[in-house]
């Protein structure tokens, strides 16, 4: 289909930017590496009269050490995430994630920000941010303030980015430790069926993708670690507080079966 008319604005700084989300409000969309919105644009679920593109904001595409995290901004390419130095040492399962997302040219043009910021639970990078245990760091008319992970999303393709904010860096922890992502999926390039991502930092976090409405933690399996329970007791409880939807892949039971499969395969390769 093709999108409903609507005025384009390429952007040549953040406060630009700023200055049309809070001129237009709801009616504007920032356009980024572009995957993620003009679907939605093109299916007419997403109908803006004002695209900002911002995908040429140099200053917001890092990857950097930042003392006891790693920072990297917002419209940060997949490709540059899988091919980080920083982050194959640092925050290994970031990167080898961003190298399983879409095809080559999804992750030459997609950016971490945009992923985020689109809130789609099926996306492979948010869950694996959740696992980390990150924060966000979006600026808007009022200044910049932080947002844990855990309180980003809210629902379906929402999160608690204001209609007048930026996405502009996120924070993770080094977690150099043991960690795993399980994503099954029909072919290399699909969004994932179920995908699990774990990471043993001191304790072991879980975030399980397509389990919801949202990206989620897998929070009975994590207790049931915390209590010292056994990898398989911990994963058959994996699907505990999901509520996975059923389509042409897949019905919400054998999404619950496959989150006990994939979590348990996910402990035991974080276990080492």
């Given at each position: 289909m093709i999108p409903v008319a609507f005025d384009y604005q390429r952007?040549?700084?953040?406060?630009?930017?700023?200055?049309?989300?809070?001129?237009?409000?709801?009616?504007?969309?920032?356009?980024?590496?572009?995957?993620?919105?003009?679907?939605?644009?093109?299916?007419?679920?997403?109908?803006?009269?004002?695209?900002?593109?911002?995908?040429?904001?140099?200053?917001?595409s890092y990857v950097r050490d930042a003392g006891d995290h790693i920072a990297i901004?917002?419209?940060t390419r997949h490709r540059d995430l899988e091919t980080s130095e920083l982050l194959a040492t640092q925050a290994p399962i970031l990167a080898h994630v961003a190298g399983l997302v879409g095809d080559p040219q999804v992750r030459h043009r997609g950016t971490i920000?945009?992923?985020?910021?689109?809130?789609?639970?099926?996306?492979?990078?948010?869950?694996?941010?959740?696992?980390?245990?990150?924060?966000?760091?979006?600026?808007?008319?009022?200044?910049?303030?932080?947002?844990?992970?855990?309180?980003?999303?809210?629902?379906?393709?929402?999160?608690?980015?204001?209609?007048?904010?930026?996405?502009?860096?996120?924070?993770?922890?080094r977690a150099s430790g043991g960690w795993?992502?399980?994503?099954?999926?029909?072919?290399?390039?699909?969004?994932?069926?179920?995908?699990?991502?774990a990471v043993r930092n001191g304790a072991t976090s879980v975030a399980l993708v397509n389990m919801?409405?949202?990206?989620?933690?897998?929070?009975?399996?994590?207790?049931?670690?915390?209590?010292?329970?056994?990898i398989g007791d911990a994963a058959a409880v994996a699907a505990e507080g999901t509520d996975p939807s059923g389509d042409l892949n897949a019905s919400p039971d054998f999404r619950r079966h496959l989150a006990t499969v994939l979590v348990r395969r996910a402990l035991e390769e974080t276990a080492g």
């Open positions: 952007v040549t700084s953040v406060d630009e930017a700023l200055g049309l989300l809070v001129a237009h409000g709801d009616e504007a969309k920032l356009l980024a590496g572009g995957h993620s919105l003009l679907p939605l644009m093109k299916l007419r679920l997403a109908v803006p009269s004002v695209v900002v593109d911002v995908g040429r904001l140099r200053d917001l901004g917002a419209l920000g945009g992923s985020l910021a689109h809130g789609d639970p099926a996306s492979d990078l948010p869950a694996v941010v959740l696992a980390l245990g990150g924060t966000l760091v979006a600026r808007g008319p009022g200044g910049e303030r932080t947002i844990p992970v855990q309180s980003f999303f809210e629902g379906f393709l929402q999160t608690a980015l204001g209609a007048d904010e930026l996405l502009t860096e996120i924070r993770v922890p795993s992502y399980q994503k099954f999926n029909r072919r290399a390039q699909d969004w994932a069926i179920v995908g699990v991502a919801g409405s949202t990206p989620l933690r897998a929070s009975a399996t994590e207790a049931a670690l915390a209590s010292g329970a056994a």
